[in-house]
Nanobody, 122 residues
Framework: QLQASGGGLVQAGGSLRLSCALSGRTFSRHVMGWFRQAPGKEREFVATINWSGGSTSYADAVRGRFIISRDNAKNTLYLQMNSLKPEDTAVYYC?????????????????WGQGTLVTVSS
């Protein structure tokens, strides 16, 4: 199971850090990712990280503002979100894929968390 947390209300320009804990699986054997879904829109890719944390990929919309990281000892994935914009408002989902290569498509992931709401006010 994946449990995401850390969402909330923040002003534009502010920061939030999301966390996602994986239980019942070997965390270090999974590629991890973050996706988001804004109201009335389809779910979209945000960021992904390989098993060691040595390789990452970001959506153009968040590159340079968001940082994905992981702590395999704590079975936890993070998303540090800086310089937040109102258009970052969405439910953020963490996901796990039992694979080696980075994954940017939602159908490449095997497990999903329940989502955590991030609201950025202008």
């Amino acid at each position: 199971q994946l449990q995401a947390s850390g969402g909330g209300l923040v002003q534009a320009g502010g920061s939030l850090r999301l966390s996602c804990a994986l239980s019942g699986r070997t965390f270090s054997r999974h590629v991890m990712g973050w996706f988001r879904q804004a109201p009335g829109k389809e779910r979209e890719f945000v960021a992904t990280i390989n098993w060691s944390g040595g390789s990452t990929s970001y959506a153009d919309a968040v590159r340079g503002r968001f940082i994905i990281s992981r702590d395999n000892a704590k079975n936890t994935l993070y998303l540090q979100m800086n310089s937040l914009k109102p258009e970052d408002t969405a439910v953020y989902y963490c996901a796990a894929a039992y694979r080696v290569q980075l994954a940017v498509k939602d159908d490449e992931y095997d497990y999903w968390g329940q989502g955590t709401l991030v609201t950025v006010s202008s």
